[in-house]
């Protein structure tokens, strides 16, 4: 994000103007710009966050249980790609969006680093999921998406603690489940390129998870509350259905969220 008029841009303020920016490349092109800029050294600031990111006009946004189901073969893993690079663009807004929009809370300069480090992860995470279904004669937003991700992001807009709980610690953690399966089916289809894609991002994922549960321990540090009550009251009060195992447990507690949080769940 190239400073405007001379004026040093805050990180709050460039924050926000990646949120607002529609086209995916433009999104991805400006986080990078952004971290850089940060790097080199800005202030925080504040800015308002907006309810809703800006979105391209495709691909269309459908309610979840109005997805088309995937078939298997070659159709049924592009369909797979794209609905991972929208989950992956909604992820780098995410993470802008948990800088913007908790700017306030007078958080310490690591927590800063650690969201701007995940943005930029996340925006290679697009970026090579979008090559990918170039690789196949596929775009982001041939097919329909759903809003689910960012549905999760407004009902947890009031609060950090909830929104550490719900995204990195509950929808990016089940993404650790369910990854491994997912390459290993790339493999056998002898998708090497899709599965070492799949592979990076669960690397970085992992690093994401270990930041969403430190800060949400320091949260609780600062509120005097057990991480892993109010884990399970935050997840009661904010996420229909629950957690459903089987979890990876080597993974998440890799990630710093071990057995101690899913013990509801694993009964
Ligand atoms: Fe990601
Ligand atoms: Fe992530």
């Given at each position: ?76 893993r592009i369909?797979?790609i ?47 999921l979008a090559n990918r279904l170039a690789d196949f004669g596929a ?52 998708d090497?390129d899709t599965?070492?894609v ?70």
């Amino acid at each position: 994000m190239r400073p405007k008029n001379n004026l040093t841009v805050t990180l709050a303020q460039g924050a926000v103007d990646v949120l607002l920016t529609a086209s995916p490349e433009e999104k991805v092109a400006a986080t990078f710009a952004l971290a850089d800029v940060w790097r080199a050294g800005i202030g925080v600031g504040r800015a308002a966050a907006p309810d809703d990111p800006a979105r391209p006009p495709r691909p269309a946004l459908l309610p979840p249980s109005e997805m088309p189901r995937r078939s298997m073969g070659p159709k049924g893993r592009i369909a797979f790609i794209h609905a991972l690079a929208h989950i992956e663009l909604n992820a780098v807004d995410l993470a802008w969006d948990i800088i913007a929009r908790f700017a306030h809370l007078d958080l310490p300069l690591a927590y800063y680093n650690d969201w701007v480090g995940v943005a930029v992860e996340e925006a290679e995470h697009y970026a090579a999921l979008a090559n990918r279904l170039a690789d196949f004669g596929a775009a982001y937003g041939d097919l329909p998406a759903h809003n689910g991700l960012w549905d999760a992001a407004r009902s947890t807009a009031d609060s950090l603690p909830a929104r550490l709980a719900i995204i990195p610690m509950t929808l990016e953690a089940r993404g650790l489940d369910t990854t491994p399966a997912a390459i290993e089916r790339c493999r056998a289809a002898a998708d090497a390129d899709t599965a070492a894609v799949l592979q990076q991002i669960y690397d970085d994922e992992i690093k994401h998870l270990r930041v969403g549960v430190q800060w949400f321990e320091y949260c609780c540090s600062r509120d005097g509350a057990n991480p892993q009550a109010r884990y399970a009251v935050l997840l009661a009060e904010r996420f229909r259905g629950g957690l459903k195992p089987p979890f990876n447990l080597p993974a998440r507690t890799r990630a710093g969220m071990d057995e101690s949080y899913l013990k509801p769940w694993l009964s």
